[in-house]
Each structure stands twice: as C-alpha cells, then as structure tokens.
C-alpha cells in the first residue's frame, strides 16, 4: 500500500462546477497535510494546509480532513479553466519530510 | 524579493559528465530538499537537509551528492553514476510548517 494515494484522473469538470479531489494515507501518526497545484512544466505551489480535523476554507478552495478515515480532500468551487493542473497532496509523515502522492489531474472545461 | 531560485532553467550535458544544479533561498528558512520528477510519477526525495554542515539521504540519493556550507544555498550535484539522470529536479525550502519549491531545474542527459 502506498503511503500517499490519489486519483491520477484526468477529473473533468464543467467550468462553475465544483471539483472534488481526493487523497488517503496510511501512517495514522501524520499530523500535517498539504495540497499543491502544479501547472504542466512548471514546479509545485503550494495552495493549501490543514492541521486539525474539519474543514478549511481560503477563497474558493476547501480542504478537509478526516483523520479517523485517514483521508483528507479539496474542494474547488467555481472552477475556471486555469483551474486546470495536476493537484498533489503531500503528508508530513514525520516533522523533516513530506510524502507526495503522484497527483490527480483536473480539467476544466468551458 | 523572498524566494527560492534555481538555476539554470534547462541544462544538457553528456553522458559521463557530472553537473551541478544550484539552489538559493533568501527565506531564512533551515530546511531545504532536493526532489526529482519524471513523467507521470510523483516527487521522489533525493537529500535533504535540516541545518548547515548536515545532511540526509532521501529515497533516491544513489548517483547524487550535496553540499550545505552556507544557510542560504543547497546545491546538487549529478554524478555520472546516476543511471537515469534525465529528469524535472526541484529543490524546496520549509519553515516552520510548509514548504515551498523553487522554479525548478530540467536536466536533459544524451
């Protein structure tokens, strides 16, 4: 089993729709959680991070986590089509290091 | 200007040749990596380092060396004991909590 699991995709989504990514791990001692946004051919940037379980809201990103199920989630509301990228969850397994999963890509369509 | 940069944007050497990528962060931050990306795959850690003068093997170090004499720089050496060393190398930095990534560096080996 890998330690970081995500849909490869692609996920196509209307433009306005919301898109809904997804990610299980499996080290129930991971205390931090991330997500990126990676354009094709270009490096990783950081969009969200969410510590505690619940639900954290910046603008028209959500991301939730759920320790107990070992799964945590981004929400897109309002997708546009520059939207459109590979999204990474990675997972602080221990304080010096992150674990990547290999990315879900997302399409958005007009 | 804070950031991460890496330098050069695109490199090509020869088979046999070593060649070193730079990596330059003004984010006073202690902790900094090197990843390497290939298609279709996730973020494989190559080394990191958590304070000047010291250094970790990540999953992937075999064919690869680092130096931290200074805070602000992490430079990676490919040697040419790397048997695949065509690929998208990102070196990050992290605070206390997230890490960002650099522009990235592709290396092109013929």
């Known amino acids: 089993q890998k330690e970081v699991e995500q849909n490869s995709g692609p996920l196509s989504v209307p433009e306005g729709a919301i898109a809904s990514l997804n990610c299980t791990y499996s080290?129930?001692?991971?205390?931090?959680f991330f997500w990126y946004r990676q354009y094709s051919g270009k490096s990783p940037e950081l969009i969200m991070s969410?510590?505690?379980?619940g639900d954290k809201e910046d603008g028209r990103f959500t991301a939730q986590l759920n320790k107990a199920s070992q799964y945590v989630s981004l929400l897109i509301r309002d997708s546009q089509p520059s939207d459109s990228a590979t999204y990474l969850c990675?997972?602080?397994?221990?304080?010096?290091?992150?674990?990547f999963g290999t990315g879900t890509r997302l399409q958005v369509f007009p | 200007d804070g950031g991460i940069t890496q330098s050069p944007k695109y490199l090509f050497r020869k088979e046999g040749q070593n060649v070193t990528l730079s990596c330059e962060q003004n984010?006073?931050?202690?902790?900094m990596y090197w990843y390497r990306q290939d298609p279709g795959q996730g973020l494989r850690l190559i080394y990191y380092s958590q304070i000047v003068n010291d250094f970790q093997k990540g999953d992937i170090a075999e064919g690869y060396s680092v130096s931290r004499e200074k805070k602000e720089s992490f430079p990676l050496t490919v040697t040419s004991a790397q048997k695949n060393p065509t690929a998208f190398y990102l070196c990050?930095?992290?605070?206390?909590?997230?890490?960002?990534f650099g522009p990235g560096t592709r290396l092109t080996v013929t």
């Open positions: 080290d129930r001692g991971s205390q931090s």
């Open positions: 990675a997972v602080n397994i221990r304080t010096d290091k992150l674990i």
């Open positions: 984010l006073n931050h202690d902790a």
């Open positions: 969410i510590y505690s379980n």
């Open positions: 990050a930095s992290k605070g206390a909590y997230e890490q960002y």
